[in-house]
């Protein structure tokens, strides 16, 4: 993947992988994503949803979080709706392994990488250590 990178080129990762029996699993994009983001030293983990990012109180619209450390992310983790724990775990395991910040966007949102990456106020949640 370092020689991808070094090359100009731009990985696409199967999640697609097999156990030491041979046996194919179907691992979590999410974890894996984290998982790489962590291994490479990335600067930031970005993972798109169709949500406007994290809810504290799903779905209270009015409990969408900009930004969030790790340290309050843990604690509100067991009140989070099933579908979006696997990306905050991965935010989790990504900041808390060194990658700076991570977030949580909606892809639906046209520009939402630009927004998110290169303003002040972004469109969705970023995760940061305390």
């Known amino acids: 993947v370092r020689d991808l990178i070094a090359a100009g080129r731009i990985p696409v990762v199967s999640t697609i992988a097999p156990d030491t029996e041979g046996v194919?699993?179907?691992?979590?994009?999410?974890?894996?994503?984290?998982?790489?983001?962590?291994a490479l030293g990335a600067e930031k983990l970005l993972m798109l949803t169709?949500?406007?990012?994290?809810y504290t109180r799903w779905p209270d619209r009015d409990s969408l979080v900009s930004?969030?450390?790790?340290a309050t992310l843990t604690r509100l983790l067991p009140t989070l709706e099933a579908g979006m724990v696997p990306k905050i775990e991965a935010c989790l395991r990504?900041?808390?392994?060194?990658?700076?910040?991570?977030h949580v966007v909606d892809g639906r949102v046209a520009h939402c990488v630009l927004v998110?990456?290169?303003?002040?106020?972004?469109?969705?949640?970023?995760?940061?250590?305390?």
């Open 94 to 102: 990504a900041v808390t392994g060194g990658v700076p910040s991570a």
């Open 50 to 54: 169709d949500v406007e990012g994290l």
């Open 24 to 38: 194919v699993h179907n691992i979590n994009a999410d974890t894996a994503a984290a998982a790489l983001a962590e």
């Open 116 to 130: 998110e990456l290169f303003t002040d106020e972004g469109t969705g949640t970023k995760v940061t250590k305390p």
């Open 67 to 70: 930004e969030i450390d790790t």
